[in-house]
């Protein structure tokens, strides 16, 4: 069997992320990888003509992707991503959902309300850190993966992302306003902005902090801590409990669930 070239597809609730990996003598690297905005009304001729313009910025062609692999939390828009891949790679996607062998026994009550992305992260940190490990990943949601040291999938926490508490303070406070994340020249803040910036970075990291340590309560002390999501290293920067920064966490972990179901390939 020739070597594949893989593109794989997170849909998030603010973000699209794409990666493609190449492989060669069976070992991967991911080639290239974009950020789209998740966009409920877009069409598949419209995607079909971005991706394209993607693909061409970096010299590949479309035609190169031999198989594609897809993640949602955004179940209206997989039908929509389905067509772009029939169209402009001749391929059929596979769906992280049920059905997909992941490695990862997942104990939750009810396995099904886990969202794909949430697995896809608990995979990637599993496979590459090891157990116990907890996958913080800072997206429209915040929220803690929690992988028990046989490699299970326990349980996590959710919180507001630090966009969306943002938006809300802004929304329901009409004198405060919109502030860059970054850090301020001290904690107590002289100005509004520098005060709003002071909560929002130092508030978050203390509040990753604090649930850390909670969680290390009841997985174990020594479970490891992996950082994700656009604002993962910004975090990371004042957290004491992040212990690594993986930006590609979530497009690696669909580059692991490929290969896991290597065998249902067409």
Request: hydrophobic residues 40%.
């Amino acid at each position: 069997m020739s070597e594949p070239t893989l593109l794989v597809i997170d849909i998030g609730n603010t973000n699209v992320s794409l990666g493609v990996y190449d492989y060669e003598a069976s070992e991967s690297h991911l080639a290239h990888h974009w950020r789209l905005s998740t966009n409920r009304e877009q069409t598949s001729d419209e995607l079909v003509i971005s991706l394209s313009a993607l693909f061409a910025s970096e010299g590949r062609k479309t035609t190169e992707i031999t198989d594609v692999i897809l993640s949602s939390v955004v179940p209206p828009v997989v039908p929509i991503w389905e067509r772009v891949s029939s169209k402009l790679f001749n391929q059929v996607p596979q769906i992280v959902g049920p059905g997909m062998r992941t490695g990862m026994p997942v104990r939750y009550e009810n396995p099904h309300e886990v969202g794909a992305d949430r697995i896809v992260n608990a995979v990637a940190a599993f496979e590459i850190y090891g157990g116990p490990v907890i996958a913080v990943d800072f997206g429209t949601a915040t929220t803690f993966d929690c992988i028990s040291e046989r490699g299970e999938y326990v349980g996590g926490v959710i919180c507001p992302g630090i966009h969306i508490s943002m938006e809300a303070l802004f929304d329901r406070a009409s004198k405060l306003h919109r502030v860059e994340i970054a850090r301020p020249k001290s904690v107590i803040g002289r100005t509004t902005t520098s005060a709003l910036q002071s909560g929002l970075l130092y508030g978050n990291s203390g509040m990753v902090d604090a649930m850390v340590k909670r969680i290390r309560n009841e997985l174990g002390s020594n479970a490891k801590v992996v950082a994700t999501g656009g604002l993962a290293r910004r975090i990371a920067n004042e957290s004491e409990a992040i212990e690594e920064v993986a930006p590609f966490l979530t497009l690696d972990g669909l580059r692991i669930l490929f290969e896991k179901n290597l065998d249902d390939r067409d």
